[in-house]
């Protein structure tokens, strides 16, 4: 079973910035592409930003464009920066993994919290 930790949420003022992490453990696993998505209160859950498992093509949601960075290292961690943070970017966010192109995200960590003051 695949399983993905997430860390690095917390407070931050409009402006900051944060680093989250997500540390992927368990069976031999080499995902298609893994992703960080949030969901705010209220609101359903929406794609933030995804990366291939080459690391070689990464993807935005237009909101975040600009950003937010996400990023890989050898042993399927991926990362999210974000600086230039605003209180719209208070959600959960949470980091998913799917196996192949076609499949949906079928893997998910228990989320970090992340609150932006004004």
């Known amino acids: 079973q695949v399983r993905l930790v997430e860390s690095g949420g917390g407070l931050v003022q409009t402006g900051g910035s944060l680093r989250l992490s997500c540390v992927a453990s368990?069976?031999?696993?080499?995902?298609?592409?893994m992703a960080w998505f949030r969901q705010a209160p209220g609101k359903e859950r929406e794609f933030v930003a995804g990366?291939?498992?080459?690391?070689?093509?990464r993807s935005y949601a237009d909101s975040v464009e600009g950003r937010f960075s996400i990023s890989r290292d050898r042993t399927w961690n991926i990362y999210l920066q974000m600086n230039s943070l605003n209180p719209e970017d208070t959600a959960v966010y949470y980091c998913?993994?799917?196996?192949?192109?076609?499949?949906?995200?079928?893997?998910w960590g228990q989320g970090t919290q992340v609150t932006v003051s004004s």
């Open positions: 990366i291939t498992g080459t690391g070689s093509t």
């Open positions: 998913a993994a799917k196996s192949t192109k076609t499949e949906s995200f079928s893997f």
């Open positions: 368990g069976r031999t696993f080499i995902p298609y592409a």
